[in-house]
T-cell receptor
Framework: GAVVSQHPSWVICKSGTSVKIECRSL??????MFWYRQFPKQSLMLMAT?????????EQGVEKDKFLINHASLTLSTLTVTSAHPEDSSFYIC???????????FGPGTRLTVL | AQSVTQPDIHITVSEGASLELRCNYS??????LFWYVQSPGQGLQLLLK??????LVQGIKGFEAEFKRSQSSFNLRKPSVHWSDAAEYFC??????????FGTGTRLKVLA
């Protein structure tokens, strides 16, 4: 089956620094990638949708200047949390879909802790 | 508006008992429906999915779900729960190129 990886699996950073999370589709070309955020004991909330080679579409209330998304190739998307603050601490999950399938394939998630 | 509702936040069952987790959706088009399971600190694991055809869908780990268009429901069932089934369960609607909408989740506790 289709495999999506995320790196790192967990990261701890100081307040004010930036953190980059990578999402890779290992065995298929992902025309669309999605970034979700999950707070403890809550559901997943979509942050943004990105299509290869174009700007990401952010959900209402998500700061695009804070959460930078780059989808430079069909197998890689990155999420950069800029000037991270403790309230950005969360579980970030990416998923990837391809144009001819009807489902997304999820990465294992990245736990971000901002001190 | 598109939405997914999981009415039960918590469910507790005894090991060996049957299980049904409810999911109702509101979606403009023909929905693609999914059930995922998530253990603490882990990612999502797909249990089963419905795209079209037979409305009773078989999944992994002995789970099944039935799509009922008239009731806008996609309930998850298992005839005999195992202690290892304790986890969070999410129902979702979406597609490969369109965002998923997740329900709020149902936390399953299994009593020995």
């Amino acid at each position: 089956g289709a495999v999506v990886s995320q790196h790192p699996s967990w990261v701890i950073c100081k307040s004010g620094t930036s953190v980059k999370i990578e999402c890779r589709s290992l065995d298929f070309q992902a025309t669309t990638m999605f970034w979700y955020r999950q707070f403890p004991k809550q559901s997943l909330m979509l942050m943004a949708t990105s299509n290869e080679g174009s700007k990401a579409t952010y959900e209402q209330g998500v700061e695009k200047d804070k959460f930078l998304i780059n989808h430079a190739s069909l197998t890689l998307s990155t999420l950069t949390v800029t000037s991270a603050h403790p309230e950005d601490s969360s579980f970030y999950i990416c998923s990837a879909g391809e144009w001819d399938t009807d489902e997304q394939f999820f990465g294992p998630g990245t736990r971000l802790t901002v001190l | 508006a598109q939405s997914v509702t999981q009415p039960d936040i918590h469910i507790t069952v005894s090991e060996g008992a049957s299980l049904e987790l409810r999911c109702n959706y509101s979606y403009g088009a023909t929905p693609y429906l999914f059930w995922y399971v998530q253990s603490p600190g882990q990612g999502l694991q797909l249990l089963l999915k419905y795209f079209s055809g037979d409305t009773l869908v078989q999944g992994i780990k002995g789970f099944e779900a039935e799509f009922k268009r008239s009731q806008s429901s996609f309930n998850l069932r298992k005839p005999s729960v195992h202690w290892s089934d304790a986890a969070e369960y999410f129902c979702a609607v979406g597609s490969g190129t369109y965002k998923y909408i997740f329900g709020t989740g149902t936390r399953l506790k299994v009593l020995a």
